[in-house]
């Protein structure tokens, strides 16, 4: 199972990025997706997670500006960022809760990383 995270980059503040991690490999379903990120000096932190019915939590810091979403058909999540702020740059890493084809438990998988830099 690979998760791979795309969409990051350097925007100015106020602007908007999108990003998206696909799960390929052999996935028999998915549970719980969610967003992290980590800026240098500090600790991975939540910033999104949902369900597989859609129910969204977020971290104070980016409510009512990021919004997560997935689409269960293509094994994708995203999290749509406007009104960026420069305390928002930092490493951004999905996560996701799978269950492979053909094993009975659950486990956590981390994409490789994505960089979001916001510029004052």
């Known amino acids: 199972v690979r998760l791979q995270a795309s969409g990051g980059g350097l925007v100015q503040a106020g602007g908007s990025l999108r990003l998206s991690c696909a799960a390929s490999g052999s996935v028999f379903s998915i549970v719980d997706m969610a967003w992290y990120r980590q800026a240098p000096g500090d600790q991975r932190e939540l910033v999104a997670g949902?369900?597989?019915?859609?129910?969204?939590n977020y971290a104070d810091s980016v409510k009512g500006r990021f919004t997560i979403s997935r689409d269960n058909a293509k094994n994708t999540v995203y999290l749509q960022m406007n009104s960026l702020k420069p305390e928002d740059t930092a490493v951004y890493y999905c996560?996701?809760?799978?269950?492979?084809?053909?094993?009975?438990?659950?486990?956590?998988?981390w994409g490789q990383g994505t960089q979001v830099t916001v510029s004052s």
């Open positions: 996560n996701a809760v799978i269950r492979r084809l053909g094993r009975a438990n659950e486990y956590h998988y």
């Open positions: 949902i369900t597989p019915g859609g129910s969204a």
